[in-house]
């Protein structure tokens, strides 16, 4: 995530005509070591609200920031969470509602991806382990929650900023961001993707 956040911040800088990082502090406001800790790639994460007046400048969405390659226009998966097993147990679906089933030895469960709503992170007929003792905190995690709007489960990334949460999808034709004033209804965090088909 660093170095998309990096590249994103150059490719920004010289599209935007700004001469160096030293006039991108000027104009945010953000301390110019914080912009050249962001450009070095460091590996600590940056905090949302940090980042907020860098992507309120440049009208850039601020997960699109953290993970969106502006220089490519390329999506960056999560693949540290892909494998490909067939270890865990999952029942049949319908089309209007994910297949859970809890595990044996664990509080997880998993979802089988019906949408393509989360296309580029989560794609359709994976399945996702979901842990509900892995806290969201808001800085682009993908959670499985309560939609609340239509009041469906479903997936997003969930980004916390400025006492606003922000849901995400990755597929355009269903709406890209929703703001809420309320934290949501989270039922756990995706923390496995698997690459599996139904027994």
Do not use: C
């Not at 990096?6 to 700004?18: P, T, V």
């Not at 606003?164 to 929703?178: D, I």
């Amino acid at each position: 995530m660093s170095e998309i956040l990096a590249n994103n911040i150059e490719y920004l800088i010289d599209q935007h005509g700004i001469k160096n990082p030293s006039e991108l502090a000027k104009v945010t406001k953000i301390p110019q070591p914080t912009i050249y800790r962001w450009m070095q790639k460091d590996d600590r994460e940056p905090r949302p609200s940090s980042l907020r007046p860098l992507a309120d400048y440049f009208n850039v969405n601020l997960i699109d920031l953290l993970e969106h390659d502006l220089t490519t226009d390329q999506r960056t998966p999560l693949p540290s969470l892909v494998t490909s097993r067939r270890e865990v147990p999952i029942t049949e679906s319908d089309e209007t509602r994910p297949a859970l089933r809890v595990l044996a030895h664990t509080k997880m469960f998993a979802v089988r991806v019906e949408r393509d709503d989360m296309q580029f992170t989560l794609p359709v007929g994976s399945i996702v382990l979901v842990d509900p003792t892995k806290e969201v905190l808001g800085i682009g995690e993908v959670a499985y929650l309560i939609d609340p709007v239509s009041g469906a489960k479903t997936f997003r990334k969930v980004l916390f900023s400025d006492s606003l949460w922000w849901l995400k999808n990755e597929n355009l034709s269903y709406g890209n961001t929703m703001h809420l004033e309320q934290r949501p209804t989270i039922l756990g965090r995706a923390v496995e993707v698997q690459t599996v088909s139904l027994l």
